[in-house]
């Protein structure tokens, strides 16, 4: 969240899931999930049609998610599941530039990048139209 803070052009907005509401959704045009590991069905079906409504996500899951529940939202936005959890071997060693998600952020593309270790991820289920905006080195 400091990263928005920098621009005087953002403006940041931190709710608590629980005090979340649809008023809030409707006046904003970025919605990033951050440590949460329940997603409950009303607030999975206000982000599926935000996002319909050309709303933007950020998704970063919690420690001990309820991975049925991030999987359900993660079906409905034709997103790749989550697997099984992932502690080493997950350094990350290329990024895909041309993925929207990085549209503005690099004046140019550098091969030989000092890209994070990741300590826990994810492990991924792709199907043919998913797209991922970087790869790890170890395949998992």
Do not use: H
Not at 49 to 70: A, D, H, M, R, V
Not at 88 to 99: A, H, M, P, Q
Request: net charge positive; aromatic share 12%; hydrophobic share 40%.
């Amino acid at each position: 969240s400091s990263v928005y803070k920098l621009e005087k052009f953002y403006q940041l907005k931190t709710i608590n899931a629980s005090a979340f509401t649809l008023d809030e959704l409707n006046k904003a045009d970025l919605v990033v999930l951050n440590g949460l590991n329940e997603i409950p069905s009303g607030l999975r079906q206000n982000l599926i049609e935000f996002s319909e409504t050309g709303g933007t996500l950020g998704l970063f899951p919690g420690t001990k998610i309820k991975q049925n529940e991030w999987n359900a939202l993660l079906f409905d936005l034709a997103l790749p599941s989550l697997g099984k959890t992932v502690s080493s071997g997950t350094r990350i060693n290329k990024l895909v530039y041309e993925d929207p998600f990085f549209f503005g952020m690099f004046e140019k593309k550098k091969e030989n990048l000092n890209l994070p270790a990741v300590t826990k991820a994810y492990q991924v289920v792709i199907s043919t139209k998913n797209t991922l905006a970087c790869r790890f080195k170890k395949s998992f």
